[in-house]
């Protein structure tokens, strides 16, 4: 069978993608595209999305061709060796594309005011292609930091995870397994006044994804200074090519994002950060008349770092992760940016049940504790508002909470809460008058000796206290700072990477420490756990009602590129912004079927929302209710927390849906599919289950019902007849 392929689009490497389609039909491109353009639908254990099994890591060296490559059978990347070292070949093995049209320098740096490449090969006669037989006509530039050895390295954690295994339906490796490739260079013209550089790359097995960063280490026995580089710098293969300038483009295939990624709470924002395409100055013979085809990938900071790295000292870049997409399908591109996340920050698979508690005083603490151990809960967070003080240095204040998170912990429990950081008035501002204001109005700077403090003292009172959670609000937003008269920064230049390290070590310290990070930002590749899923808070002012299918529309659109444990919700309780009545729940027992229609919504998406209230249930009704969801959650945990497939988008006039799949575990598949309107309805409704792994037959239950054998057509779809009562749900079990 064959399917047209749905495009998307992106705009200056954000990769912001159009809405799609409503129902993924379990399309792979694995095989590559037919005549027509299409995705093909092949051999689900071929498939690294269903069965990853097999593509295992390796780095070998072809010496007559001069050549190292890295590859794990989905991905290879090929570097000429002689008489310099480039990237001469990145290669999806899937589909067998290339990437690649053009030779460049490894990467750049400016040290003490000089740009110097590092690495690459020039004389290329045309930019478009690379030849084979171009590659051994290629030259050195003597200007050039010039290749000297390669070694292999294991992979080592980023930074240390204490884990939560309760909060994870299966175990992940960390670090991940996979194949470490240290190259170093020379510095030109064998000048002693230049530091030594080495360009790491990392592939790992199970996915086409690659990793690179590059590090400079300073022998010269005296200070130098790196003003700015650029990490990486790859020619690719334009998507699409535009005599004229268009507004959108295609996307290229591949994703690339770093861990130098702030102020943002989506994928693509975050990834701008640091990644770039930019135009070629060096491809005259592209199609587009201005010559401004963006074609060339770049991943740099946007200012600096300008940090001066003293005599035996070494300078680390931030990491970039690249991965290579093997469909222009929406929800593939987004399961293989899933899968990435799963890999390299594993700990966003934690996922706890969380209760926003609204008091901090100990009753109501002591209250909190015996209702979530009561109905599931497992984690509370004293959240804004509550009147909970991270910033207190009173020892009896820390005791306090001591013995509260000491309580909590006997029941299975964990207890943390909020702190807020930007958009607040402190101390030492962050002072930036090269017209850039701060994101949100007020940053302090972090750098500045109040700064510094600061996140001393969140370290201090999570340890004394033995708090486990920090809700960090107002995280570092990438701000900078031109005062010139802070401890921590020496002016405007190296103000945010100071400011993005010192955030960054708090929340790997957090990290390695077991305490769990909600952060409305994009910090999961330096230790967050959660960030919104894509929320407005004035809608939980709306009426009950409408606050469930807007629910569902923000779980449906944001977990396209995020998991579901990866985006939390608001379920208020009590009232949160305004509304009413009309908005809240309270008192539970009143309004007992729309607290369950949330549950079931969150529940049965794998999304956990800030349950935000003075309590948790106000009856035996309420918490009968309560306790069979949670309970619900964790019998069906690893298969909720699988990957979500995404169905029908949530629209008020007829059944809306999503499939979470998990092919490694018994049960494969679990559907929930809900029904908006007053009336009862029945549908016919084609469940894809290409990435169940299911073929040609299974067995399928209703709301916990008998199984039936159900046949499968040739792509693997199930058409399962279901009646869903009115303003009800049901959900299917695949096995």
Not at 450 to 457: E, M, N, S, T
């Amino acid at each position: 069978m064959t399917l047209r392929p749905l495009s998307s689009r992106f705009s200056n490497f954000s990769f912001i993608s159009l809405s799609l389609s409503l129902c993924l039909l379990g399309a792979t491109r694995l095989a590559g595209a037919d005549n027509s353009g299409g995705v093909r639908v092949t051999d689900q254990n071929a498939d690294w999305l269903v069965n990853p099994a097999g593509y295992v890591s390796k780095v070998h060296l072809d010496a007559a061709h001069k050549e190292l490559i890295l590859e794990n059978g989905l991905a290879k990347r090929v570097l000429r060796l002689q008489p310099n070292a480039a990237t001469v070949a990145i290669d999806n093995l899937t589909n067998g594309q290339s990437l690649l049209r053009a030779v460049g320098p490894e990467a750049r740096i400016s040290i003490n005011g000089t740009v110097y490449a590092i690495g690459g090969l020039f004389g290329q006669p045309i930019a478009n292609y690379l030849r084979q037989e171009w590659i051994d006509q290629l030259k050195d530039d003597p200007m050039a930091y010039h290749y000297t050895e390669w070694h292999e390295e294991p992979i080592t954690a980023r930074f240390p995870w204490k884990k939560h295994p309760e909060w994870l339906s299966k175990d992940l490796a960390w670090p991940p397994p996979g194949r470490h490739l240290v190259m170093r260079y020379a510095a030109p013209q064998s000048r002693a006044d230049l530091p030594s550089v080495e360009v790491h790359y990392e592939i790992y097995d199970g996915l086409p994804l690659f990793c690179k960063w590059i590090v400079v280490k300073n022998t010269t026995g005296k200070p130098v200074n790196v003003d700015s580089f650029v990490s990486e710098e790859i020619r690719l293969t334009e998507p699409e090519s535009n005599v004229e300038a268009v507004p959108d483009r295609e996307r290229p295939d591949i994703w690339v994002e770093s861990d130098y990624a702030f102020g943002a709470m989506d994928a693509p924002h975050a990834a701008a950060k640091a990644v770039s395409l930019e135009s070629d100055p060096d491809y005259p013979t592209q199609v587009n008349y201005d010559r401004k085809t963006p074609c060339l990938l770049k991943c740099k900071p946007p200012i600096g770092p300008n940090i001066t790295v003293q005599a035996g000292q070494s300078f680390e870049s931030f990491r970039a992760f690249e991965l290579l997409l093997d469909a222009t399908e929406r929800e593939r591109r987004g399961l293989a940016q899933r899968r990435m996340y799963r890999t390299i920050a594993p700990w966003t698979a934690e996922n706890p049940l969380m209760f926003h508690l609204r008091n901090a005083d100990p009753a109501s603490l002591h209250n909190a504790i015996d209702q979530a151990h009561k109905s599931g809960f497992e984690m509370i967070i004293m959240s804004f508002g509550s009147g909970f003080n991270f910033e207190n240095r009173d020892p009896n204040y820390i005791q306090k909470y001591k013995d509260l998170a000491d309580q909590a912990k006997s029941k299975g429990i964990a207890l943390g809460g909020y702190s807020l950081l930007a958009s607040r008035g402190a101390a030492t501002a962050a002072d930036n008058t090269q017209g850039q204001p701060a994101m949100y109005g007020t940053m302090p700077c972090l750098g500045a000796a109040w700064g510094i403090d600061y996140l001393k003292q969140i370290k201090r009172f999570l340890s004394e206290a033995n708090l486990t959670v920090l809700e960090h609000d107002g995280s570092y937003p990438g701000d900078r700072c031109t005062s010139t008269e802070h401890p921590g920064h020496k002016g405007l230049e190296d103000s945010q990477w100071v400011m993005w390290r010192a955030i960054t070590d708090l929340y790997k310290w957090c990290r390695g420490n077991g305490v769990y990070l909600n952060i409305p930002d994009w910090y999961f590749l330096n230790g967050g756990n959660k960030c919104g899923m894509g929320y407005r808070e004035s809608n939980w002012s709306l009426p009950r009602a409408e606050q469930e299918i807007i629910e569902r529309q923000n779980i449906f659109d944001g977990t396209w590129t995020k998991t579901g444990s990866m985006g939390w919700m608001m379920v208020p309780l009590s009232e949160y912004q305004g509304g009413g009545e009309a908005a809240t729940i309270e008192p539970l027992h009143a309004h007992l079927d729309h607290y369950e229609a949330r549950l079931a919504n969150l529940i049965g998406a794998g999304v956990q929302a800030c349950y935000r209230g003075p309590r948790l249930f106000d009856t035996d009704g309420t918490l009968k209710v309560v306790s069979h969801w949670t309970a619900f959650y964790k019998k069906h945990r690893q298969v909720l927390d699988g990957d979500m497939i995404h169905l029908r988008r949530a629209n008020g006039r007829d059944w809306d849906g999503w499939l979470h799949v998990n092919p490694a575990g018994e049960e494969k598949g679990l559907a929930f599919l809900y029904n908006p309107l007053a009336e009862q309805i029945t549908r016919t409704v084609k469940i894809p289950l290409h990435y169940t792994g299911l073929s040609g037959q299974c067995l399928v239950s209703i709301d916990g019902g008998k199984s039936e054998r159900v046949a499968l057509s040739g792509d693997n779809t199930a058409a399962i007849k279901v009646t869903i009562p009115a303003r009800g749900r049901v959900y299917l079990i695949f096995r």
